[in-house]
């Protein structure tokens, strides 16, 4: 989604219809004080950025595997926590008890990855390593684009990782990468 695009959506979301009012004079204007809404952004300091490159490194595949890994490695914890406490709760677990199990790592699969990436443009992951993922306009992921990103990271899984070897590529961009429209970049 460009930037224009995103930015009209966003005004349109937050316009508010105001009634007109009775002109106030200038004298009146010049007293009221008009407070900002949030502090005023921090002075960022620029990149030098030659002709035809992009301002922001793409993430190296290792940085990518490490996430991706850390990631994992919370889905895991949290499988080993729900078969503890079923075991302490001495319900032993059973194979038609398995697709409940199986949609309680999806759910929470899908809460651990899209609402950080909508909100922050990091998972914990992603975060641990240093990496961001970017939709070309430095702003986080919609949700709808990291909806995409979850659905491509469970394929990627799904396939044992294979997927993931597209980011060894010239382009360095993995199929959740290509599906989401986003780009893993290193923060």
Not at 117 to 128: D, E, N, R, S
Request: aromatic share 6%; with cysteine; hydrophobic share 55%.
């Amino acid at each position: 989604m460009s930037a224009a695009r995103r930015a009209r959506e966003q005004a349109t979301l937050f316009e508010l219809d105001l009634d007109e009012e009775t002109p106030v004079d200038a004298a009146e204007e010049a007293l009221e004080l008009e407070l900002p809404l949030a502090p005023p952004p921090k002075a960022v300091p620029q990149r030098v950025v030659a002709a035809g490159a992009t301002a922001a490194a793409t993430a190296p595949f290792r940085a990518r595997l490490f996430a991706g890994l850390v990631d994992l490695g919370v889905h895991v914890a949290v499988a080993a926590l729900a078969l503890g406490g079923a075991r302490a709760m001495e319900v032993e677990p059973a194979l038609p008890q398995l697709p409940a199990f199986a949609l309680l790592l999806l759910v929470f699969s899908l809460f651990y990855t899209v609402v950080p990436l909508a909100f922050w443009g990091k998972t914990p992951g992603m975060a641990a390593v240093g990496l961001a993922c970017q939709a070309g306009d430095d702003l986080p992921l919609t949700f709808a684009e990291a909806l995409r990103r979850w659905l491509g990271e469970l394929v990627t899984v799904a396939l044992l990782g294979l997927p993931g070897l597209a980011a060894l590529g010239a382009a360095h961009r993995s199929l959740a990468d290509r599906w989401s429209g986003s780009e893993l970049v290193v923060d």
